[in-house]
Every structure is written in C-alpha cells, then in structure tokens.
C-alpha cells in the first residue's frame, strides 16, 4: 500500500516495483502531461494499473477521481480492491456510489456504476447521490467497450458528451476495430462542447496496444487428443488439422453424425489439459444447466491433492463460520448432542488455540464421514450452500454463473485464484470485468443462444473469453482450447483465432428518463445539439463522407462524358450496338455450322484414312493438333501406331512437322503433291515419336509449303454455311456504313456511352445508400420526438416541461420510467402494505418469465387487484377498478401509436416471492418453493430493493407511499440481499 500524499512527486518506481509494459508508460506519460487517453490493450494485459496510476496522480494533486464500471458487481469489487489498495489508513478515502449503497460519497476516489456518474451529470434531482463533481480532476470509464452494449452502451456515450471538458477522462477498453475513430470522436465531442461552454478542453490520447504479457496459444481438443489449432506462424490452421478435417469429411461425409463421432466428451478434454499440465482452468458453457450437469458429471474426478483438499475445506470453514457468531452457537449446540468430541474440536479451532487445527484435520483424516456430515449440516444451517457444491469443491471442480449466489460465486472466485480450483465451468458473463485468470480458457462452442437467435461468436467476444488464459507471473504461455462439436470444428476456431476485433459501435437510444432530465436544463434546441455529438452520429458522418465524395466524383466523371458525346444522338449508340450485336450472335452460329459440317465430313472420310498415300493434302484438326480450324498438311509417309492403325508423319502449311493419328484428320482434299516432291523432302528425326506439333522445317520444306498452299483445293461449304456467311456479309456492309462511323474509332464510342450508363447507375446507387444513410443519422432524434409526444399526451410535459409527472418519471431508473411513474402517482399503491407494495413493484420490473417457471406461493389479491390484474371484490359496490387497468392498455396503443416499442412490465407469476421475504421467510425456504436459480431469486429481489429505494427520492410521491416504501427496504435488506 503507498501513501499518497498531497503535492508530493510521484516516483513509478516504488508505485509499481516491477517492469512496466510500453503501453503502460505511453499512457502513464500522456496522463503526466495533463492529456485524456483511451488505453485499448488485450484482456488481462493490465490496463486497470493505469486506472490506478490516474487515482495515485490525483491524490498527489490533493484532487478527487471517479472511477466507473458498468456493473454493481465489479464496482463493489473495486471498492474492495481499492480500500485495501488506498485506504488502509484512512478508509474515508475511498468511497462506492451503486445507487442502493452509499459509502463515503464525498471521499477523494469514488467508484460508482456508470449510470449514476451519467445520472449525476444530467445535474437534476436523479443525480443527487450524495456528492459532487467539485474538485474532480479526472473520471475513469473502465471497461469503455460497453459502448457497444446494446443495453448499456448509451449510458457510456451520454457519459462521454456531458462530462465537464476541464476533467481528465481515462477511459480503459479491450481491443477494438476503431480505436482511432473512438478517440477522434471523444476529442471532438469535447471540443464542441468547450466551445459552448467557454471551458478549457483536455485532449485526448490514444495508446492503442495488442501486446499480451502472457502470450496466447490456440489448442483444439477431438476424441483424438489435444492438436495446436494453428501453424507455427500463428496465421491460419494447423495443416494436420485441415488435412485430417478432409479425411473425415471423405470417410464420413460432412454430417452431423460424423462430427459426432470426433466430439470429445468433457472429462476427456479435462483429462487431455491434466495431462499437458494446463491447469487451472475456466470452461466455458453457454448455459447455467450445462455448467451445473458438467460439475455432475465428473462426480469421480479428483483433481487437488489431499493437502490442497485441506485448504479448501480451512477456507470453507472460515467463510462459513467467520463473523457469524449466531451460526457458530447455533452449530455448537447441534454438535453438543450429536458429536461431543468434535464440538471440542471445532470450538478450539474457533478460538484459534494453538494446534487446534491440527487436531481438527487429523480427527477428520481418521473420520472421512464425521467431515461430510458436519458440511452437510453447516448447508442446512446456512441457508446460503448446497451440499452437491460443497462437495465437489473439495475435489477442485466448481461452476459460476449467474444462477449462483454472488457470495458463493466470491468463494469460487477467491479460491481459483489460490489455485486450489483447477476447473471452473462458467459461462460467458465470465469474461465481463470478473478479476479470475486461468492457465487456460476452455470454449465449448463457437455458437451461442441470443436475442436474435443461435449464432457464432463475434471476433471480440471470442477475444474477450479467450484473454481470460495466462496470469501474469505464473504463467509463461495462456492456452486457449477449443473443441469439436456437431456444428463448429477446427476450421472455424481458426478462423476466430486469427481475426481482428470488430469496431465499436454505437447503440444510443434515447429513453423517457433521458427525455424528461435534459429537458430540465436545456431547450430542445439545445438537446439537438447534444445527441448530434453522439458516437452514432459521428458514425454515421464518417458513412456519408465517402459517399458524398463518391457522388461528387461520379458527377464530375458524367458531365465530361456528356460534353464529349453530346453531338451524338443516344439512338445512335443503340442501333450500332444491335447491328453490332447481332454480328457478334450470326458469326457464333457460323461457328457452329461450321463445326457441324466438319463433324458430318470427318465421319465421311474416316474409312478413307487407312488408304491416303503420301503426296496427299489433308486437314488436321483433333486431340492431338489443338487448332480452331482445319490445318492444312501434306502426308509424307506413314508409321506405325500404338494402335493397329498407321500414324501419318505430315508437314504442315506452316512447316512444321506432325505426327497425326487417325482422328486428327478432319479433311481429305482432292489436292496432292506429286510422288518425285516428296521423295526428295527429307524427314525429321523418328526416334521416340509423339502425336502432334513437332520440330519445324527448313528452307527446303518450306519451298514444299508453298506448293500445298498451290495445290490445295478448296472445299465447297454447305449449302446452310454459304447462306450464314451471306447473313454476316449483310451487317457487316449495314455496320460499315453506320452513321457512327463518321466518327473515329466508334467502337470507342460506345465504349464510353457505356461507361457513361454504368456511371449513371453507380450515382443512383450511392444517392440511394446516401440517403438511407443521413435518413439512419437522425434516428435517434426522431425517437426521442416520439417519446415527448408520448409524455405530453400523458402530461408529463406540458409542451417542453416536465410536470408533476415528469418531475417524478425523470428520477426513477428504469426499462420505463413513464409506467412506473404513473404507477407510483396513480394512487393505487398507498392501500398497500409494505410486502405488497414490494410485490407490486416486482411486478412493475420483472420480464416476463419463461414458460416452466413455477412458484408455490400466489400473487397477493390485493396486488392483482392495485395493478388492474383484476377487478376489486369489495362489499362496498362503489369501490373502482384500479386506474391502471386502463392507464397501461391506453400506454400500449399511445406508444404503438409514435413506434416507441418500451416495454411496459406487469408479470405477477412470481410477485409472491418478493412479499414472503418481506415478510420474514427463510433463504432456503424461500428457493425450495420456486424452480427458479437462487441467483435470479437475488437479482429479482434487489431489483426490487432498488426500485422500492428510488420511490423516497421521487418528488411528489405520498408520505404513505414513501413510509411503506422505506419499511418495506428495512425488511428486505437481509443476507443474502
């Protein structure tokens, strides 16, 4: 831990004892010069250590620092980090903001999520946290490539435009396809927004890096072993590999059955990586069921030793008894009755006497089963773990995923990093942010379910999972392991091996509560202004520039063409190009006139070849002398063939020498050379003859080519060949003395008219995609209208400001602010209780379950009836139907109405959940009595918490509302919510 203290010099040495990568010093020295800067650095190459410098640098300058993330989780996670990093001393120096917890908001570093440093910045009662950006030097936006998350990713892009020009933003981001772009965006956001403002702008730097410390290399695991995926330069698929991938293809077909056959199972896999030494490992399966089934199916796997196995187990001990005095009492008193002796030992170990845990493991190597039993009860005592996890923990093998508690996931996390997991199934949240690196990453498929369907990894998401392999200092290499599957193999992984990170993309939407804040502080003039410095419109300037290019270009090019063609009609070009057309078709059905009638003479012939003597003229044409069309020859002797049949030696008009056989003679003309000529022509060298073209003449045989040219009769064409050659002579007479012809070169002509018709296609092309283009930049705009018109027809903006309303829509968070708002206003709520009113509000937030969710406990009438579900039973007949059975309908039909597709929330199956924990239920009670995992019961619920904790800082809302709303959070806020 280094004491910072104020105007003190920062020496990188003793902040970092260890040799900096070049990336780090690059982007340490732009931070030392007063500069902003965008780090894009691999996954686990350490780009948080400059994070951490921007917290030692404003420290030094008495200054405060924000530091952000996208998730609670990894906020709470660097607020641990962080207080033991910086705050060892003084714990008031580091502070944490996450919306429902508050910890020194007003410490010099504070970590927050995101979207309250973006609430903050609107500078309207959502964004009062608790503290300021006074004396703010700089922001840290880690894991900035959220931008391109389709949920999350506006909160960014918003955090970005609005920030003050005069604070240093660090914004830390895994590698990207348009790093450069993001940074120029970022440098001219805020230069647009300095010179609104008047305020000085820091500029920004980009350190753009693809070094790994730990280099990473590619596996790929079948039922035949582990093979390296790529060659030895890294760049595409390992040769063995693509070859035995042909092998397979050419036995098997490419079915799915037989890529069955070379899938291998699990624990082979596992067994392959044991065998290498490439452990720990995370393995990654896209489903939490395939996680939990994975952990099963190795039921007799151990993979620690026993002395490892002990360590576990310590950790276990301590992470379940530890500060939780009424559970060690509660398990003391059990083991009073049922085991004495080992009561004494564990409340030895308890008090920390010396050997006592010693005695302890001892008692449990001679008593295996006195161990699995005290487990066993301290699962059910609790309440937090399960047996069927515990226990292969022991032997190494855990899973981490969503549908997990946190608290265990933190265990899981902690002991991996130990060293004491080896294999750890997760599926892909894995790689968000979580601080767990593994000797090796093991992806299961390349595929994975989305919201549009089943699909391949992305480039960047495979780089994401695949950067979790190598730790820094362990770790001389980080091995990546893809497997064979019924639908991806080796040539796919390779292909997502080698490729670049696709670029960061924008997905800005604008929401009821964006809409609702900034309308608070600025004029709609003014907001336009800000959302057309957004990164989706910076994109989509950066489309139309080369397309308003290319169009100045493709004009510029037509006119030229028309001023040089003008003088010529355009009928004209047309009717040369039909002449000329048809030409071309007459002289390719000549063609095959022609080769119809050589076809017809060469059968009429072929009982005459045996007999032709020398001095014979004849045409060659065949497999053996390629030509278009007969060549004339003069036979001079014969020789004999590889067949019965004689080839003839013949000198060609082109003297050259052929050996031809019989089918290479197409023509027997009536001409001849007479016997004394060619007695006297001397013959080429017959050793080792070959059918065909072979050695030329000489000026003695030339003489005698002469005399074939004499001699040749010509042959009398058919009567249909005569009559097409007629046809050709006509248009090519009509295309001589075509108009066009008083110009030079017309063939020239008509090749630029055509260029000049492509030209013309190629503008209407791009002015089409220009426009859909600049249509596409405005989008946003045009939604964010839609959503005021959607407001003001509800009222909550009485032209361009907020009301009663909108007032109380603009502090809530939410997928949409405008229902809960009118929820909350409605009235409707305030004869609820407080575990009712929490099951209402769970209903409010809650997507909508899948199919097979069940729950044992029912929807409170009371709730169904608040909400509209259902009408009121009341003795009193004067008792109303719930105002939002016709407020949300009537939402329904406005939004559909402006093409604002939020989703309006109302799901009860699950609500009873969320009032049994208000009213006191146990943990595990609770999850026994519903199919759901126990990490989506703890996401429910704090969703909840949160929104329960939002309605005391709404404006306007009833004092009941309020009370209940505080009772009811004081009533849920217990382990392990």
Known sequence: MNVISQNSELNLHKLFPFELDDFQKDAIA?????????????????????????????????????????????????????????????????????????????????????????????????????????????????????????????????????????????????????????????????????????????????????????????????????????????????????????????????????????????????????????????????????????????????????????????????????????????????????????????????????????????????????????????????????????????????????????????????????????????????????????????????????????????????????????????????????????????????????????????????????????????????????????????????????????????????????????????????SYEKIRDRLKEEHRLLDILQQQAEAVRKNAIKPLIPDIQPGRIVGLKGKHVRVSSPLAAVVITKIPGCGQADNLVCLGIDNYWYIAANADITEINEGFLAPEIIKEIPLPSLENPRLGKGQPGNPQTLAVCKQIEHNLIPAIAPAEVIEQQQKIDQLQTQLDNHPLQQWDNPGQMVKRHKQRIELREKLHRTQIQYQKHKSNQSYYWDEFLSLIKVLQEFQALEEYTPTALGQAAATIRGDNELWLALAFLSGELEVLEPPQLAAAVCALITETPRGDVWCDFPPPPEVLEALGIKKRQDANKSAKTSILREIRPHLFQVQHRYGVGLPIWREYELIGLAQQWVLGIEWNELCDSTNLDEGDIVRMLRRTLDVLWQIPQMPHASSTLVNNAQEGIAMMKRFPI
């Open 30 to 574: 732009a931070l030392d010069r007063g500069k902003s800067v965008v780090v894009c650095a691999p996954t686990g190459s350490g780009k948080t250590l400059v994070g951490e410098y921007a917290i030692y640098l404003a420290l030094s300058q008495g200054k405060r620092i924000f530091y952000t993330t996208p998730l609670k989780a990894l906020s709470n996670q660097k607020f641990r980090d962080f207080l033991g990093q910086f705050g060892a001393e003084n714990e008031k120096l580091v502070g944490l903001i996450t919306g429902d917890i508050l910890i020194n908001p007003n410490a010099q570093v504070v970590v927050m999520t995101t979207e309250i440093f973006r609430n903050m910045l609107y500078e309207t009662p959502i964004g009062e946290v608790g503290t300021s950006l006074e004396n703010v030097a700089a922001v840290v936006l880690d894991e900035c490539h959220y931008l391109s998350d389709r949920g999350r990713g506006t909160v960014w892009e918003e955090s970005i435009i609005y920030c003050p020009t005069q604070i240093q933003l660090v914004a830390l981001s895994a590698t990207i396809g348009n790093a450069e772009e993001f940074t120029d965006w970022i440098n001219r956001v805020r230069s647009d927004t300095a010179i609104k403002t008047k305020e000085p702008v820091i500029s920004c730097e980009l350190v753009n890096s693809d070094f790994r410390p730990v280099p990473l290399r590619f596996y790929f695991s079948n039922r035949k072993g582990l093979f390296p995926l790529l060659n030895a330069q890294q760049t595409k698929l390992n040769p063995k590999l693509k070859a035995s991938e042909k092998t397979s293809r050419e036995k098997g077909g490419n079915s799915r059955r037989s890529k069955n056959r070379e899938c291998p199972s699990i624990i082979q896999t596992i067994q392959q990586l044991q065998a290498k030494d490439m452990l720990p490992a995370i393995y990654i399966i896209f489903s939490r069921r395939g996680c939990d089934q994975a952990v099963n199916n190795l039921d007799n796997l151990n993979l620690v030793t026993p002395e490892e196995a002990q360590q576990i187990e310590a950790i276990l001990l301590q992470f379940i008894l530890s500060e939780n005095l009424e559970l060690q009492q509660i398990l003391l008193q059990t083991l009073e009755q049922s085991n004495p002796h080992l009561k004494s030992l564990l409340w030895g170990y308890l008090a920390a006497n010396p050997n006592a845990a010693n005695d302890l493991w001892n008692y449990f190597a001679n008593h295996p089963n006195e161990k699995y039993l005290l487990f066993q009860l301290l699962a059910q005592l609790s309440q937090v773990l399960r047996i069927e996890q515990i226990e292969p923990l022991t032997r190494g093998i855990a899973s981490h995923h969503a549908g997990l508690l946190p608290v265990w996931k933190e265990l899981v996390e902690r002991l991996f990093e130990l060293g004491l997991v080896k294999i750890v199934f997760a599926t892909a949240t894995l790689a968000a942010g979580i601080n767990m690196p593994a000797r090796t990453t093991v992806i299961s498929a390349l595929s994975k379910r989305t919201d549009d369907g089943h699909s391949m990894l992305t480039p960047s998401e495979f780089l994401q999972i695949a950067g979790r392999a190598g730790r820094r200092g362990k770790d001389e290499v980080g091995y990546v392991v893809t497997t064979q599957t019924p639908f991806e193999g080796a040539k796919e992984a390779a292909y997502l091996a080698t490729s670049q990170a696709e670029p960061l993309r924008s997905w800005f939407t604008p929401s009821y509560g964006m809409v609702l804040n900034l309308l608070q502080k600025h004029t709609i003039t003014e907001i336009k202004e800000l959302l057309e410095r957004s990164f989706a419109e910076y994109l989509a300037r950066k489309r139309l520039a080369p397309e308003q290019q290319a169009i100045a270009i493709y004009t510029t090019e037509l006119t030229k063409l028309d001023v040089e063609l003008a003088p010529i009609p355009i009928g004209q070009f047309t």
